[in-house]
C-alpha cells in the first residue's frame, strides 16, 4: 500500500529526553496507564513504552473513543488483558480509572495491609504517543485543569506528578514515538490522527491513503459527507469542485483541500472511523 509513498520518522530531541526520564522514574511507579487511540489501536502502541514497562502492570485506556467505530471499541478491549474506553467528556472516569487500579494491583495492596500499612498511595506513569490525549484524559479525571491540552503533538514536555485522590498518584508524561517507525502503514496513521508533526508530511500523500481507505471499509461515508461519486482515481479534485475550494482560476486549491478533509478526519466530521480491524490483529 506504502511502496510509492514518502518515509515518515519523527523523534526530536524531547522525545529521547523524556524517555531517558520516565526510565529514572519508573521505580517509583506501580503500575503504567498506557494511553492509545481507540481509532488505531495497534499502531499507537509504542514499543518503546512497551519495553519500558518491564515488569509493571499495564492499563491499556483506548481513548477519543467517541471519534472511533463503536463496535469496533468493543472488539478492541476484548483482546487486552486490562483495558478501559475513555472518550472527551471524562463522564465516570475517575471512578473507572481508580477502581480497575486497585483491583490490577489488589495483591499488593494485601501484601501492604499484612505488613501493617494501612493506607498505601498507589502511582500510575501515564504514557502514551503525542496527541493521544493524555493531558485532557488527566484533566478529566482530576476534575480541573492540571495538564496543557492541545489538539497537536508535543505539547507536554517535562514529567509532573498529580494527585488523583487519596488513593492515587498519576505521573504526566510528554508523548514520544520510536527513532524509526518500519511499518509505514502504521506510521500514515498515526500521521493521519494527529500524532507526527505536519510539517514534516507530505499531507496530499496522507489524504489520498485516507481517503482510500475510507472508500474501502466504510463505503458510502464519502458520498455522505462531501456528496460526489466515490469511484475512480480523481476523488480529491471531485471533492474540491463540489465543496468550491478552488483557486481565483477555477482551478482545485488542493492545499485548501486537504487541509479542510484531514481536518474532517480528525475531527470525526466524517464519522466515528475505526483505521485498523481488530481482526487483522488476532
Not at 466504510?218 to 478552488?246: F, N, Q, T
Amino acid at each position: 500500500m506504502t511502496e510509492n509513498m514518502n518515509k515518515i520518522n519523527w523523534y526530536p530531541g524531547h522525545m529521547a529526553k523524556a524517555r531517558r526520564q520516565m526510565e529514572e522514574q519508573l521505580k517509583l511507579v506501580d503500575i503504567i496507564i498506557e494511553l492509545r487511540d481507540a481509532r488505531i489501536p495497534e499502531a499507537s502502541a509504542n514499543p518503546l513504552l512497551q519495553e519500558l514497562s518491564r515488569n509493571k502492570p499495564v492499563l491499556i485506556v483506548l481513548n477519543k473513543a467517541d471519534l472511533a467505530d463503536e463496535e469496533k471499541n468493543r472488539l478492541w478491549k476484548e483482546t487486552f488483558e486490562h483495558c478501559i474506553i475513555a472518550d472527551s467528556t471524562g463522564a465516570n472516569l475517575t471512578k473507572t480509572v481508580v477502581n480497575e487500579v486497585k483491583e490490577i494491583l489488589k495483591d499488593k495492596l494485601e501484601r501492604a495491609k499484612a505488613r501493617g500499612i494501612r493506607k498505601k498511595v498507589l502511582r500510575a506513569m501515564v504514557v502514551g504517543i503525542p496527541n493521544v490525549g493524555k493531558s485532557t484524559f488527566i484533566n478529566n479525571i482530576v476534575k480541573k485543569k492540571v495538564a496543557k491540552a492541545e489538539n497537536r503533538p508535543g505539547v507536554t514536555k517535562s514529567l509532573q506528578w498529580i494527585r488523583i485522590n487519596e488513593d492515587v498518584e498519576l505521573l504526566d508524561t510528554p508523548g514520544v514515538l520510536w527513532p524509526k517507525i518500519e511499518d509505514q502503514d502504521a506510521a500514515r496513521l498515526l500521521a493521519l490522527m494527529g500524532s507526527i508533526n505536519d510539517d514534516i508530511l507530505d499531507k496530499q500523500e496522507l489524504v489520498f491513503f485516507g481517503l482510500d481507505y475510507l472508500r474501502k471499509v466504510y463505503p458510502g461515508v464519502i458520498e455522505r459527507r462531501y456528496g460526489v461519486d466515490e469511484s475512480g482515481d480523481d476523488l480529491l479534485e471531485k471533492i474540491a469542485r463540489e465543496k468550491l475550494w478552488l483557486s481565483a482560476d477555477n482551478n482545485v486549491n488542493y492545499v485548501k483541500a486537504v487541509d479542510a478533509i484531514l481536518k474532517d478526519i480528525r475531527s470525526n466530521k466524517i464519522g466515528r472511523i475505526t483505521w485498523q480491524d481488530v481482526r487483522e490483529q488476532i
